[in-house]
């Protein structure tokens, strides 16, 4: 049987040659074959689907070569039983003097219809020919092909040689190759064998790369008559070095040695670079596991270990790798620090999770601990059966110490080591959870802030300002009040968590507010801070929520209660009450107005307030304020409005709108020749911008106003922020011409110390410093005081604030430079500023109070 069925055959070229021979008439001439359509390697594909051995060669023989041959051939009609021999046929009969008939397989011979309808072959013998037939059925399952071959036995096996896929050869024990098929001529390179015969005279020197293997090939054919699977290295025609197995047998002379050698090559180079590629892999394998930094081990099924690696054994505490092996004999409870933790992977590997990635916590030689992280596999035979484990480690003791640190400082504050905001949202989700599950009848939310905290930080620096904080979160930790949790939430802003219990949270608040304003000495310095507290109490009657909703419920309210607070006057607690929404909402919609206002440039508008020269009542300029008349609320004041923009982020957007229209006015007035300088204040803010320069520079070459006419204030605590750059730019600003005044002087820190270094031509003294000045001898003696630090400076001074005759006198028996105040001139638009002081000849002088 072969390994095509008739229909497939009949689709091949092969068969198709052979119908051309076969479906000859016998009357025809003989033909002579022609080679067949098919490429070689589809020919030999399908001669080797016969699987006929050497009749298939045979038939490759006859078919394939353009060469003359009679093919004795017979067509049966299985149907009718009925023949047609061909031309060949007969004439080979007649030469042997027989009937064709008696040339023919037995099988056909007999009855027909015992023929098997497969691809088969067959012999005959008659007197001294050889004759191989090839039976081919038809598909159609009714006609038989029946092809005969004559054979030379001799010629065949010559062509089995030349067919052969290995390369077999014949060579003299001197060395000089007598024979070689078209394989051996392939794999070397040359077309024929004279070819090779020229190029190779001795195999020895001109074949072997080293030349001793054909001496050490010699002689195991003389000592043994045979060599098996001898490899050696061989170069072929174009000097490419290919490794070859040999198999030979020696042809011994009369005095017993090798004269001939016959054998067969195979081309083995592909597999000794897999075996090169092989040994390097295990070498490298090798390498890696014993200088591994990571330990490496197998062990058995049962608990102990089969092979560990340099570093798994230093890791573990232990000289060697062999110690570490010998030590472990269970490693369940010796390794493992939970015994059932290798019970449990084993399960888990066992029930096809082959593979397994776990942090542990394991002991080391001398009973300490570590932590490693384990990838484990268990590894199984063909059948599925687990045979060991292998496995890769790593030291996580230093990895773990650390996630438990970066743990800590995502939910502590690195300052105090408090808890920060996200562990007060967990406290305050387990109290709501506590409260749902009847555990805990209510708590207090308590939203603390410390007072003025932002001047001591911005003038003393952020390192004192630290130092507040921590003494403050020391002293609210240090309250003997139990059931609450403190967390710092950011900036100077904490929170308390407090449980319901026998003292009442008022009592609590003022303990809290008490401890931190008692004096801390930092820095050599004395000081004292309040704080602002808002409240907020959640019990089981509140509205049901989900826990995050209820939470930022809380947030909110104790923020808008602490707000309250800071309304309050500061430094006092307040409690949340739905009213503090409703103000809420108001100051958002007032947010929102002030935007709009901002883009309509119809609201605002500007006052000014003169400076009034206090020896001669000489107007010597005008303070520039800014008014907003809201279309439905009327006139709001500035008290309510400037910290609003603060909050909101838009002070710098006003601060452009005045110096605008400052400069705008300004140009105004110096197109009439009646220039007055104006004095803009500054936001720290907008100080803060790095294109303050440019920007005013900038207003400047817009309008082309004379910089001297141009004052900036700004306040001691908005220049005192960041003191170098603060000297930096107002430098740079002086360059320009532009006056500067230090605003709010006194209500600072360390102002004094700083103003020395300051580029600024005038201090402006807060109304606090004179409210008592007539009946208080103190408030004078500062006064006298800072009017001649200022005047020895070289500074004009100008003082806030007068409002009656009395302090008038007091402050011009000072000699001060400078005054403003409502008794001497109320902040007015700039028609009505012009139409008080400005006359025919200029800006007019008040008539100053007897």
């Given at each position: ?121 067959t012999e005959v013998h008659y007197q001294n020919l050889l004759l191989r037939w090839l039976i081919m059925p038809r598909a159609d399952g009714q006609t038989l092909y029946c092809l005969g071959m004559p054979v030379d036995e001799q010629e065949l096996y010559q062509q089995i040689l030349e067919y052969s896929v290995d390369g077999i050869y014949q060579t003299h024990r001197s060395g000089k190759i007598l024979f070689a098929n078209q394989a051996l001529l392939q794999l070397f390179g040359y077309d024929n064998l004279e070819g090779m015969q020229r190029a190779i005279q001795d195999v020895s020197s001109d074949l072997y790369v080293h030349p001793e293997h054909r001496h050490q090939f010699v002689s195991l054919l003389d000592e043994h008559g045979i060599a098996e699977a001898f490899e050696c290295q061989m170069r072929t025609a174009t000097g490419k070095i290919i490794w070859l197995r040999q198999n030979a047998r020696s042809v011994r002379g009369i005095n017993g040695k090798t004269v001939f050698i016959i054998g067969t090559v195979s081309d083995i180079t592909q597999q000794k670079r897999a075996e090169q ?574």
């Open positions: 049987m072969t390994g095509l069925t008739p229909a497939q055959f009949e689709s091949t070229a092969l068969y198709r040659q052979l119908a051309r021979v076969i479906e000859q008439p016998a009357s025809a001439p003989l033909l002579q074959t022609v080679p067949l359509a098919d490429s070689d390697s589809q020919l030999l594909a399908t001669v080797d689907r016969l699987h006929m051995g050497d009749d298939a060669i045979l038939l490759l023989i006859t078919l394939n070569q353009p060469r003359p041959g009679q093919l004795p051939c017979i067509s049966l009609d299985l149907k009718h039983e009925q023949n047609q021999p061909n031309q060949a046929l007969l004439q080979l009969a007649e030469t042997m003097h027989c009937d064709y008939q008696q040339l023919l397989p037995e099988v056909i011979q007999q009855n027909w219809k015992d023929i098997p309808l497969a691809i088969f072959s590629a092989l040994r390097y892999a295990e070498e490298q394998y090798r390498g890696l596991y014993e200088n591994a930094v990571a330990g490496l081990f197998r062990s058995s099924i049962k608990g102990y270990f089969l092979s560990v690696n340099p570093a798994l054994a230093t890791m573990f505490g232990f000289n060697s790798p062999a110690a570490c092996i010998r030590y472990y004999t269970d490693l369940s409870n010796q390794l493992y620090v939970k015994p059932q933790q290798r019970k449990q992977l084993l399960r888990q590997m066992l029930s096809n999770k082959d593979v397994i990635r776990n942090e542990m916590e394991v002991y080391r030689r001398d009973g300490s601990t570590m932590w490693i992280l384990q990838n484990l596999r268990l590894v199984r035979d063909a059948n599925g059966k687990a045979l060991h484990i292998e496995g890769s480690t790593i030291d996580i003791t230093q990895s773990k110490q650390a996630q438990q640190r970066i743990n800590h400082l995502a939910h502590h504050d690195s300052l105090t080591q408090l808890p920060n905001r996200i562990a007060l949202a967990q406290q305050i989700s387990r109290c709501l959870g506590e409260v749902s599950k009847g555990l805990c009848s209510g708590f207090y939310l308590l939203m603390l802030d410390l007072d003025n905290f932002k001047d001591i930080n911005d003038t003393q620096g952020h390192g004192l300002g630290d130092q507040l904080l921590q003494i403050v979160a020391d002293r609210i930790r240090s309250l003997p009040a139990q059931h609450f949790d403190v967390a710092r939430i950011g900036g100077d802003e904490f929170a308390l968590l407090v449980r319901q219990n026998d003292q009442t949270i008022e009592t609590f608040c003022q303990q809290l507010l008490d401890v931190i304003a008692q004096p801390m000495q930092l820095s050599n310095q004395l000081f004292r801070i309040g704080a602002s507290i808002g409240v907020v109490h959640y019990q089981p009657t509140d509205p049901l929520q989900t826990a995050d909703q209820a939470l930022q419920r809380l947030l909110r309210q104790a923020d808008l209660a602490l707000y309250q607070s800071k309304d309050n006057g500061r430094n006092c607690y307040s409690f949340y009450s739905p009213d503090l929404d409703a103000r809420l909402q108001e100051t958002r919609q007032l947010e929102r107005d002030l935007y709009d206002a901002l883009r309509s440039e119809e609201q605002f508008f500007l006052v000014f307030q003169p400076l009034i020269n206090c020896a001669n009542g000489r107007l010597l300029g005008a303070e520039v304020l800014l008014r907003w008349q809201h279309p439905d609320r009327g006139l709001i004041s500035p008290a309510q409005f400037i910290p609003l923009a603060e909050n909101c982020g838009l002070s710098s957007e006003l601060d452009d709108w005045v110096l605008r229209h400052a400069c705008q006015q300004l140009r105004q007035w110096q197109d009439r020749d009646r220039p007055l300088p104006l004095s803009v204040n500054l936001s720290a803010q907008q100080f803060s911008q790095l294109d303050l320069l440019s920007r005013i520079q900038g207003l400047i070459d817009e309008f082309a106003i004379a910089p001297a006419y141009l004052g900036l204030e700004l306040t001691e605590t908005a220049a005192l922020t960041n003191h170098q750059t603060a000297v930096t730019v107002l430098k740079q600003l002086r360059e320009l011409g532009i006056s500067i005044a230090l605003d709010d002087f006194g209500t600072g820190y360390s102002s004094l110390g700083y103003l020395q270094d300051m580029p600024v031509t005038k201090v402006k003294l807060d109304r606090a410093f004179i409210a008592g000045i007539v009946s208080d001898p103190r408030q004078r003696a500062i006064v006298s005081a800072v009017v001649s630090l200022v005047r020895s400076l070289g500074l004009i001074l100008n003082v806030e604030g007068v409002e009656t005759v009395e302090q008038f006198k007091v402050l011009q028996a000072f000699h001060v430079d400078e005054l403003q105040g409502f008794l001497l001139g109320r902040p007015v638009i700039a028609a009505e500023l012009e139409r008080q002081w400005l006359g025919a000849e200029g800006w007019q002088a008040l008539t100053l109070p007897d």
